[in-house]
């Protein structure tokens, strides 16, 4: 688990004791992780995907998103209501930025 924590980031070595989320999502099954993912994600584009992960990074401030992605504040909440439109989950309201976080994580 914690090795596998390590895919995707430029660290060379995680500590069991520090890992929280990865616990949960190292534990899924395959079968459960892709049905998460059609339910939350799937329907979303790459570049909806790094959106998101960027607002997430951001601590979902519209205001740092916007400046770090070079868009207007009006243009990124218009791609936020996009992204809302098609997964179902508001990315603005915390139980369905929760379900977008996970489902993220979970594609890692």
Request: charged share 20%; aromatic share 10%; with cysteine.
């Amino acid at each position: 688990t914690a090795l596998n924590s390590l895919s995707g980031t430029q660290l060379h070595f995680a500590v069991f004791d520090n890992l929280t989320l990865e616990l949960i999502l190292s534990s899924m099954t395959a079968e459960n992780r892709n049905a998460y993912l059609k339910k939350t994600i799937e329907a979303l584009s790459a570049s909806e995907l790094e959106l998101i992960s960027c607002y997430f990074e951001n601590d979902m401030s519209l205001l740092q998103t916007a400046e770090q992605l070079f868009l207007h504040k009006n243009t990124l909440q218009y791609k936020l209501n996009h992204i809302f439109k098609k997964s179902g989950l508001n990315p603005r309201a915390f139980r369905d930025a929760v379900m977008l976080y996970l489902g993220l994580n979970l594609a890692k």
